[in-house]
């Protein structure tokens, strides 16, 4: 059960992480620099990236001593996401605009966010292993 909540959890971060990253990328190819939601980019990067993170990090922490490998996948692709679209947007010249100190200490912590995900989800991967090999070893002795 707690399986299936983890799962739903990443589920629902990454329909988050890419229904941000659509908006950004809405925002970044329209004239006056507007996405689709009705937010500004400090509220959307808040509810949309800060809750799709706390998200994982919660479906983390609910499925860590259960074999669960789909966990781990979810965690690599929403750490993943969120790391080529901070990469994405270095590319396009992010950088490149007034405030460029905010905007690097922003890609910064966000790339650092992706990072303890893809983090997470290696943790993750390691403890399914010991999980499974624990269970094949009590297999054996019976």
Request: overall charge positive; charged content about 15%.
């Amino acid at each position: 059960m707690t399986r299936r909540i983890a799962t739903g959890l990443l589920i629902a971060s990454l329909i988050l992480l890419i229904v941000y990253g659509a908006d950004v990328a809405v925002a970044a190819s329209s004239p006056d620099r507007e996405g689709f939601l009705p937010f500004d980019e400090a509220v959307r990067g808040g509810a949309f990236g800060g809750g799709a993170v706390v998200m994982s990090i919660i479906a983390f922490v609910i499925a860590r001593k259960e074999y669960a490998p789909t966990v781990s996948a979810l965690l690599f692709v929403n750490g993943g996401l969120i790391i080529a679209g901070m990469i994405a947007l270095i590319a396009q010249g992010a950088l490149a605009s007034q405030d460029s100190s905010g905007t690097l200490r922003t890609i910064g912590s966000t790339i650092a966010m992706g990072g303890i995900l893809v983090g997470l989800g290696a943790w993750k991967l390691v403890a399914d292993r010991k999980v499974l090999d624990t269970s094949r070893k009590e297999a054996a002795q019976k």
